[in-house]
């Protein structure tokens, strides 16, 4: 029997269920479950508008190629933890509805494998990381940040409760890290980061939408609500159009950054192709289609809008 457990003010807390066996993969592996660690493609679609926000600030400043190679890796440590608290919380709060979903119900709160109060010292964990990795910046960015964590992040499982746009309260939240990562390094924002921001948050719309066209059917009988169910047959119309906002606002937020040709070309250009053969790819009908173009958002989308910020901020 493998039970990890806490004291907190002379209370043993169990961090999860029993298990049988002797091996310590198993307990392990409901760790990596719940926080979602094995799952890359979501780290790196909290990570993405983090790395597109630093390096159009960063090329702005000029800032040296070291300083930015380190603010870029602190950025995906920050992403990470911020993806796996979100996780984390979302899974606390959604354990009811997650046992509803055939895709959900076997996650770690939801089949009891790790009890609600381990799930919440879990979290409590990656808070006081993500706040320990805050302290250092300035004070924009640290307001920013905290905006992020907690009233963004914390209310966004019970939005799905109550409206079926809750994409679009993630599209503020998981994106807020492009606005930290801009502030950190200009101590203020510009006109091209809220640009920018807009136009993640059409992305977000977008990618999320998607993913929640896996589960339509075990949502409406769970009730929860989302845009995939409220766009219904027109689904890949409105997300064309989200789509279409998106590649838009990165040209509007290139000219009021000034940025050169690499970035019109590979970045503006580059995500505009991808995402028409993304929606061409698209069945909303069969999820394992959902799933793949989802993951192709956080990491090869992601990466070609990266691709042309960068050229340009090292030719810049």
């Not at 990596?32 to 790196?44: C, K, N, Q, Y």
């Not at 911020?82 to 055939?102: L, M, N, P, T, Y």
């Not at 805050?134 to 907690?150: C, Y």
Request: glycine fraction near 8%.
């Amino acid at each position: 029997m493998a039970v990890s457990e806490v004291v907190i003010k002379g209370r043993s807390i169990r961090l999860g269920c029993k298990h049988q066996g002797s091996s310590p993969l198993p307990d392990l592996w409901r760790w990596i479950e719940l926080s979602r660690v094995h799952m890359f493609a979501g780290s790196m679609l909290v990570f993405w508008p983090c790395a597109w926000g630093m390096t159009m600030a960063a090329r702005t400043l000029s800032t040296p190629l070291q300083t930015y190679s380190l603010n870029l890796i602190y950025g995906l440590v920050g992403a990470a933890l911020s993806h796996s608290a979100g996780c984390v919380w979302d899974d606390i709060v959604d354990r009811k509805f997650d046992r509803q979903v055939e895709r959900t119900k076997h996650r770690p709160v939801a089949d009891g494998r790790v009890s609600v109060p381990g799930a919440t010292v879990f979290l409590a964990i990656h808070i006081v990381l993500l706040i320990a990795m805050l302290w250092p910046v300035n004070t924009l960015a640290w307001k920013l940040g905290l905006l992020a964590i907690f009233p963004l992040a914390g209310f966004y499982p019970f939005i799905k409760r109550i409206t079926y746009w809750p994409q679009a309260w993630l599209g503020v939240s998981i994106n807020m890290l492009s606005l930290v990562a801009w502030g950190a390094l200009r101590a203020r924002l510009d006109p091209a980061s809220g640009a920018l921001l807009f136009g993640m948050w059409c992305w977000t719309i977008y990618y999320d939408t998607v993913y929640a066209c896996q589960d339509k059917r075990d949502d409406v009988q769970a009730g929860v609500k989302s845009t995939a169910l409220l766009f219904g047959n027109h689904v890949k119309k409105v997300l064309a159009v989200f789509a279409g906002i998106f590649v838009a606002c990165l040209a509007m937020a290139g000219v009021m950054n000034n940025q050169g040709i690499p970035y019109f070309i590979l970045t503006v250009g580059g995500a505009a192709v991808h995402l028409t053969l993304q929606l061409q790819n698209l069945d909303v009908d069969d999820p394992k289609s959902c799933l793949r173009e989802f993951e192709s958002n956080g990491f090869a989308f992601g990466g070609i809008v990266w691709s042309g910020l960068f050229v340009d901020y090292v030719l810049g």
